[in-house]
């Protein structure tokens, strides 16, 4: 794992970490069990070997990394007169400090109360020996080897770093702070054999923090990663055959509600790469989603649904709780790479208040994780950390509250309440001008570029991420590169709509200075509810008497509607695509037919009470146009117009202009199909609900059915020759299944070709990967065998203990 002689970096671990790896190091070395053993604080132990009723071993860790002997000396002094005359069995030290032959012979001298041999003193440099004699005891101790300096120089000076920067950035931040549970090897032993792991769970759960190891733990075997964001297209535009990929597509299924998150056909896209992911040994995929979305997915997605990825626990991994010892380390790890002041780190062991937090029903890793990271601006008078992180998991709102109202500026409220508007990373010049759009509605000065670049700056981190891309935004002027700016903490999304509720007119001015049509189809889902609550909020629940799971922002329709024709054709904000760095992203073409259609969606969803008559003719009239153009110069888009049709007839349009449209654009489409896509297409308008049916429909119906199947022989001759690997191969026989299924005609579906093509590439490939199986079976199950290893825990008294007194000591 590790390579060559370069230092691990023993600062990301705490001191708890630091006594768990001496531990193991001696357990592998001497061949024997031992324990951790809690003695408090004067004790003098922190590991032990007890056999044949008496100690045999006393080991003291001294957790103090990067520091030479002169600066630990005195510490070493003191720790020697606490333990003087009070051990019979081998004594031992070990410290991560820096020591010499000559340091050691005087450590055994000032230690001469007790039985230390100059053999029983490690150093670093006596560290790394026995790291590189056992190997298997890094693989364990995840933190050590994933933030090694050999390691991260791999990381950072490689291909890979360049491509997937901003993930292998954050997850390393994470790192130091994430707690092992029996999580990771499940989740490895998925990705081993079926290739694909779907993490679910809650809100702040821990969720991404996961699939952030894996995909770190991979990357340091060297996979190379690939971050999938809006589109899962994006997956096959860096797919390699035979090459060794990760790909991580995280909130797959979206934040806060499913509607409209998969974009067209993407679902069946989805469960083609899934198959395709399953199939292929060099190939991994990492997905997450809020669990009662997944559910919802498990009803509404038909290709998921016939792939049985959203309900198969070979595939799902359900992330739900946290032992109370797990909940206590990742408190302690949270406050230890805190910085957090020692007066602040030692109110939580006052009258062991650490058990509060752990302990409290509303407790999370994210909202820990806010928490330690705004208490030192929190500016609250008189209250101590312990107050402030009990009061935050008491009322998150009312933390969210403090953080929003009381440590940011009003320019910083408001771009963080305009960005809440957006569906997906957003450019920082699209996000200034929706911001100076707003501003202006409210009247207040708007804020500058410069303004906005330096809050930014301030707000990264906790609020936001930002990251650079190069962008075309027009295809005369070329490449150039841009800022595109997210949310770092989902949570603040559910704040803000839930801040709404109560102050439903502050979105007036909200709607009325958007700039873009996708941020009021963000906020249409605001006000349908489709934002699920994190956690209970107590307060809200008692102000405004919800009996529900789901929070409601009230809005005015008119306005609404009148804020959609004014963006009606301003160009789209949203950058699919925007996490594969060695891509070049463009801005999302918008198409009119699929605004239509949205506007309509909305109007059926507000009980047909957003558009007046004289507005729905208007979208008819624009449908006429479409439907009657010439195709080659204005290509009908059948998904919209099937949505606008079935929208217009339940919104009591003539029902005679309705039938007439859906013939003419029956005619259009079935004149020129390429695509099974097309074909599927073309059968569902042909069998549109709601509708008066065809005449001859039953003639209709099987003329497609028999113009499919000669176009599926076409298709298999055809992409046969053009496919370059089995992975095409398995693409293409998906495309004409899922559309040979819509048509009712799955088992008549043949694909010889393509087939025997698909059999020769994975023969091929299975040849390819032998090799590489062999090499890591017993690597990967020695992996799982370590870290699924039992462990002797230290109480959580005796873990938090150790913050008592800071960097200096850290007696066990």
């Given at each position: 794992?590790?390579?060559?002689?370069?230092?691990?970096?023993?600062?990301?671990?705490?001191?708890?970490?630091?006594?768990?790896?001496?531990?193991?190091?001696?357990?592998?070395?001497?061949?024997?069990?031992?324990?951790?053993?809690?003695?408090?604080?004067?004790?003098?132990?922190?590991v032990r070997l007890h056999r044949d009723g008496s100690e045999q071993l006393i080991v003291q860790c001294k957790h103090t990394p990067g520091k030479r002997f002169s600066e630990i000396k005195g510490q070493l002094e003191r720790e020697a007169k606490?333990?003087?005359?009070?051990?019979?069995?081998?004594?031992?030290?070990?410290?991560?400090?820096?020591?010499?032959?000559?340091?050691?012979?005087?450590?055994?001298?000032?230690?001469?109360?007790?039985?230390?041999?100059?053999?029983?003193?490690?150093?670093?440099?006596?560290?790394?020996?026995?790291?590189?004699?056992?190997?298997?005891?890094?693989?364990?101790?995840?933190?050590?080897?994933?933030?090694?300096?050999?390691?991260?120089?791999?990381?950072?000076?490689?291909?890979?770093?360049?491509?997937?920067?901003?993930?292998?950035?954050?997850?390393?931040?994470?790192?130091?702070?994430?707690?092992?549970?029996?999580?990771?090897?499940?989740?490895?032993?998925?990705?081993?054999?079926?290739?694909?792991?779907?993490?679910?769970?809650?809100?702040?759960?821990?969720?991404?923090?996961?699939?952030?190891?894996?995909?770190?733990?991979h990357i340091a075997e060297g996979w190379q990663a690939y971050v999938a964001s809006e589109d899962v297209s994006d997956i096959d535009k860096v797919w390699r055959p035979n090459e060794k990929q990760i790909f991580f597509y995280d909130d797959f299924l979206g934040q806060n509600s499913l509607t409209d998150k998969l974009n067209k056909n993407e679902d069946g896209r989805l469960a083609q790469i899934i198959q395709r992911m399953k199939r292929d040994p060099s190939k991994r995929f990492v997905l997450t989603t809020r669990e009662y979305i997944l559910r919802q997915a498990a009803q509404v997605y038909e290709p998921l649904?016939?792939?049985?990825?959203?309900?198969?626990?070979?595939?799902?991994?359900?992330?739900?709780?946290?032992?109370?010892?797990?909940?206590?380390?990742?408190?302690?790890?949270?406050?230890?790479?805190?910085?957090?002041?020692?007066?602040?780190?030692?109110?939580?062991?006052?009258?062991?208040?650490?058990?509060?937090?752990?302990?409290?029903?509303?407790?999370?890793?994210?909202?820990i994780e806010l928490i330690t990271a705004t208490y030192e601006d929190s500016s609250s008078p008189g209250q101590t950390f312990a107050e402030y992180a009990h009061s935050g998991l008491e009322d998150p709102e009312h933390l969210w509250n403090i953080i929003f109202e009381y440590q940011l500026s009003e320019s910083e409220r408001n771009l963080l309440l305009v960005l809440a508007t957006f569906p997906t990373d957003v450019l920082q010049d699209d996000l200034q001008e929706a911001l100076a759009g707003y501003e202006s509605v409210r009247c207040v000065r708007n804020t500058t570029s410069r303004e906005v670049l330096s809050a930014l700056k301030r707000l990264q981190g906790t609020f936001v991420t930002t990251m650079q891309r190069k962008i075309v935004a027009d295809d005369e002027l070329g490449e150039s590169l841009a800022t595109l700016v997210r949310f770092s903490n989902p949570s603040f999304n559910d704040y803000i709509c839930r801040s709404l509720v109560l102050n439903p007119r502050e979105l007036t001015p909200i709607i009325e200075g958007?700039?873009?049509?996708?941020?009021?189809?963000?906020?249409?889902?605001?006000?349908?509810?489709?934002?699920?609550?994190?956690?209970?909020?107590?307060?809200?629940?008692?102000?405004?008497?919800?009996?529900?799971?789901?929070?409601?922002?009230?809005?005015?329709?008119?306005?609404?509607?009148?804020?959609?024709?004014?963006?009606?054709s301003r160009n789209s904000c949203q950058i699919p695509g925007t996490q594969i760095v060695n891509l070049t992203v463009r801005r999302k073409r918008f198409y009119a037919a699929s605004r239509d259609a949205s506007i309509l969606k909305m109007h059926s969803d507000s009980n047909f009470s957003l558009l007046t008559n004289q507005e729905i003719e208007q979208i008819i009239e624009r449908l006429e146009r479409r439907v009657q153009a010439d195709p080659e110069t204005f290509p009908i888009d059948t998904y919209a117009t099937r949505s606008i049709l079935s929208l217009l007839?339940?919104?009591?349009?003539?029902?005679?202009?309705?039938?007439?449209?859906?013939?003419?654009?029956?005619?259009?489409?079935?004149?020129?199909?390429?695509?099974?896509?097309?074909?599927?297409?073309?059968?569902?308008?042909?069998?549109?609900?709601?509708?008066?049916?065809?005449?001859?429909?039953?003639?209709?119906?099987?003329?497609?059915?028999?113009?499919?199947?000669?176009?599926?022989?076409?298709?298999?001759?055809?992409?046969?020759?053009?496919?370059?690997?089995?992975?095409?191969?398995e693409n293409a026989i998906e495309e004409v299944a899922s559309a040979g299924h819509t048509l009712g005609i799955p088992y008549e579906i043949r694909t010889p070709l393509l087939d025997e093509v698909r059999e020769q590439f994975d023969d091929e490939h299975d040849r390819h990967f032998e090799e590489y199986y062999q090499g890591s079976s017993s690597q990967n199950s020695s992996l799982r065998d370590v870290l699924n290893e039992a462990s002797d825990k230290r109480s959580v008294d005796e873990i938090f203990e150790t913050l008592r007194w800071g960097e200096s000591s850290t007696d066990g």
């Amino acid at each position: 794992m590790h390579h060559g002689g370069v230092a691990r970096n023993y600062a990301d671990l705490s001191p708890y970490d630091f006594e768990l790896l001496v531990r193991d190091l001696l357990q592998a070395e001497l061949g024997l069990r031992l324990e951790t053993f809690p003695p408090g604080r004067d004790g003098g132990v922190d590991v032990r070997l007890h056999r044949d009723g008496s100690e045999q071993l006393i080991v003291q860790c001294k957790h103090t990394p990067g520091k030479r002997f002169s600066e630990i000396k005195g510490q070493l002094e003191r720790e020697a007169k606490k333990v003087s005359g009070r051990f019979t069995a081998t004594y031992m030290l070990v410290t991560t400090g820096s020591l010499t032959r000559a340091n050691k012979i005087e450590i055994t001298k000032i230690f001469k109360g007790v039985n230390l041999k100059e053999p029983e003193i490690w150093g670093v440099d006596d560290i790394e020996n026995l790291l590189r004699r056992h190997p298997s005891v890094e693989q364990k101790n995840f933190k050590l080897w994933i933030t090694s300096t050999a390691t991260l120089q791999m990381l950072l000076h490689s291909a890979i770093y360049q491509r997937s920067s901003g993930l292998i950035d954050h997850a390393l931040n994470q790192a130091h702070k994430y707690v092992h549970t029996e999580a990771f090897p499940i989740s490895l032993e998925m990705l081993e054999g079926h290739h694909v792991c779907v993490i679910s769970g809650e809100p702040g759960i821990g969720k991404t923090t996961l699939a952030e190891m894996l995909i770190l733990h991979h990357i340091a075997e060297g996979w190379q990663a690939y971050v999938a964001s809006e589109d899962v297209s994006d997956i096959d535009k860096v797919w390699r055959p035979n090459e060794k990929q990760i790909f991580f597509y995280d909130d797959f299924l979206g934040q806060n509600s499913l509607t409209d998150k998969l974009n067209k056909n993407e679902d069946g896209r989805l469960a083609q790469i899934i198959q395709r992911m399953k199939r292929d040994p060099s190939k991994r995929f990492v997905l997450t989603t809020r669990e009662y979305i997944l559910r919802q997915a498990a009803q509404v997605y038909e290709p998921l649904r016939r792939i049985s990825a959203v309900n198969d626990d070979r595939f799902i991994l359900k992330l739900d709780h946290y032992t109370p010892g797990q909940r206590a380390l990742i408190l302690y790890n949270h406050i230890y790479f805190s910085k957090l002041s020692l007066v602040a780190r030692q109110s939580v062991i006052e009258g062991q208040l650490y058990r509060k937090l752990v302990n409290h029903r509303n407790y999370s890793p994210r909202l820990i994780e806010l928490i330690t990271a705004t208490y030192e601006d929190s500016s609250s008078p008189g209250q101590t950390f312990a107050e402030y992180a009990h009061s935050g998991l008491e009322d998150p709102e009312h933390l969210w509250n403090i953080i929003f109202e009381y440590q940011l500026s009003e320019s910083e409220r408001n771009l963080l309440l305009v960005l809440a508007t957006f569906p997906t990373d957003v450019l920082q010049d699209d996000l200034q001008e929706a911001l100076a759009g707003y501003e202006s509605v409210r009247c207040v000065r708007n804020t500058t570029s410069r303004e906005v670049l330096s809050a930014l700056k301030r707000l990264q981190g906790t609020f936001v991420t930002t990251m650079q891309r190069k962008i075309v935004a027009d295809d005369e002027l070329g490449e150039s590169l841009a800022t595109l700016v997210r949310f770092s903490n989902p949570s603040f999304n559910d704040y803000i709509c839930r801040s709404l509720v109560l102050n439903p007119r502050e979105l007036t001015p909200i709607i009325e200075g958007c700039q873009f049509f996708e941020q009021l189809e963000t906020i249409w889902q605001w006000h349908l509810g489709l934002f699920a609550k994190s956690y209970h909020a107590h307060k809200i629940e008692e102000q405004i008497n919800l009996t529900s799971e789901r929070v409601i922002p009230i809005l005015s329709p008119r306005g609404l509607a009148a804020a959609l024709h004014r963006t009606m054709s301003r160009n789209s904000c949203q950058i699919p695509g925007t996490q594969i760095v060695n891509l070049t992203v463009r801005r999302k073409r918008f198409y009119a037919a699929s605004r239509d259609a949205s506007i309509l969606k909305m109007h059926s969803d507000s009980n047909f009470s957003l558009l007046t008559n004289q507005e729905i003719e208007q979208i008819i009239e624009r449908l006429e146009r479409r439907v009657q153009a010439d195709p080659e110069t204005f290509p009908i888009d059948t998904y919209a117009t099937r949505s606008i049709l079935s929208l217009l007839m339940r919104s009591g349009a003539r029902v005679a202009q309705l039938v007439r449209l859906r013939d003419q654009a029956y005619e259009v489409i079935t004149s020129d199909m390429s695509t099974p896509d097309e074909y599927d297409e073309a059968w569902r308008l042909l069998t549109l609900e709601g509708f008066p049916l065809f005449a001859e429909l039953e003639e209709k119906k099987n003329a497609l059915r028999d113009e499919f199947l000669a176009f599926v022989k076409d298709w298999d001759r055809v992409k046969s020759e053009e496919a370059a690997s089995g992975s095409e191969c398995e693409n293409a026989i998906e495309e004409v299944a899922s559309a040979g299924h819509t048509l009712g005609i799955p088992y008549e579906i043949r694909t010889p070709l393509l087939d025997e093509v698909r059999e020769q590439f994975d023969d091929e490939h299975d040849r390819h990967f032998e090799e590489y199986y062999q090499g890591s079976s017993s690597q990967n199950s020695s992996l799982r065998d370590v870290l699924n290893e039992a462990s002797d825990k230290r109480s959580v008294d005796e873990i938090f203990e150790t913050l008592r007194w800071g960097e200096s000591s850290t007696d066990g």
